[in-house]
């Protein structure tokens, strides 16, 4: 964790719940804000700077997945987790699919948001602090630019939506060209071990950074198989 508190923003139109995260998560050294809908979300993140959103899926005017669609777009990989009513599996999928970093139905335990988050902010605690290639915080791979210091990958001038995770899983591998990562180790730097049980597994979350840049993606130029092993980043390729 951070030496200062970690900076939560909650949105979801059930004040009951609103009241009762902040409560809880003030209680357990989050700093901690909360709107009732994203109506005033993005002139909120763009004065104060946040360290993860807990987004409802289902909220009106904007819904969740909405929301989500449009910050991935613009190339932010705030970590999100989302929340909602519903149980089918589809949701889940569609908001992972679409950037999300992870996920609860209601009602969940509060204690397993707080790990979730925890979870959350280490990863990005990760991509902020390390990898540094030959001294340097920018690679450069094909047509894309990813640099550590902006927490951000471009394709050319474009920013490429990833999400906190996909950032994570890029810049595990890019901070080793060319040397096969096994599974083992990617899972353990993207989840940390006591997360080792969620349901997202590391093809999804490849499969998803493929999607995203490659040209081809089954098959792949930079993301390639290293089959027995698990993955290997090969940054060679021109276009």
Request: glycine share 6%; charged share 30%; proline share 5%.
């Amino acid at each position: 964790m951070k030496d200062r508190s970690s900076r939560i923003l909650i949105v979801d139109d059930d004040l009951e719940l609103r009241d009762m995260l902040r409560r809880y998560l003030t209680e357990h050294g989050f700093e901690v804000q909360a709107l009732a809908s994203a109506s005033k979300l993005d002139e909120r993140l763009r004065r104060e700077p946040y360290d993860a959103l807990v987004l409802d899926l289902m909220m009106p005017g904007e819904d969740g997945l909405s929301v989500l669609r449009r910050l991935r777009a613009e190339g932010s990989t705030l970590p999100i987790l989302m929340l909602t009513a519903r149980g089918a599996s589809v949701d889940r999928i569609v908001g992972l699919e679409m950037g999300a970093d992870d996920y609860l139905a209601k009602p969940f335990d509060p204690r397993e948001l707080i790990a979730r988050l925890k979870s959350a902010l280490r990863r990005q605690s990760m991509s902020a602090g390390e990898g540094h290639w030959a001294g340097s915080n920018v690679m450069r791979f094909g047509p894309y630019t990813l640099n550590l210091t902006r927490m951000e990958v471009l394709n050319g001038d474009a920013p490429v939506p990833l999400s906190s995770t996909e950032f994570q899983l890029l810049r595990v591998l890019a901070a080793s060209p060319g040397l096969p990562l096994s599974r083992e180790h990617l899972l353990d730097r993207l989840r940390g071990r006591e997360y080792e049980a969620l349901d997202r597994s590391l093809d999804v979350q490849v499969m998803r950074l493929r999607r995203k840049i490659e040209v081809d993606p089954s098959n792949p130029r930079f993301v390639r198989t290293v089959w027995g092993v698990g993955y290997m980043f090969v940054p060679d390729s021109a276009e």
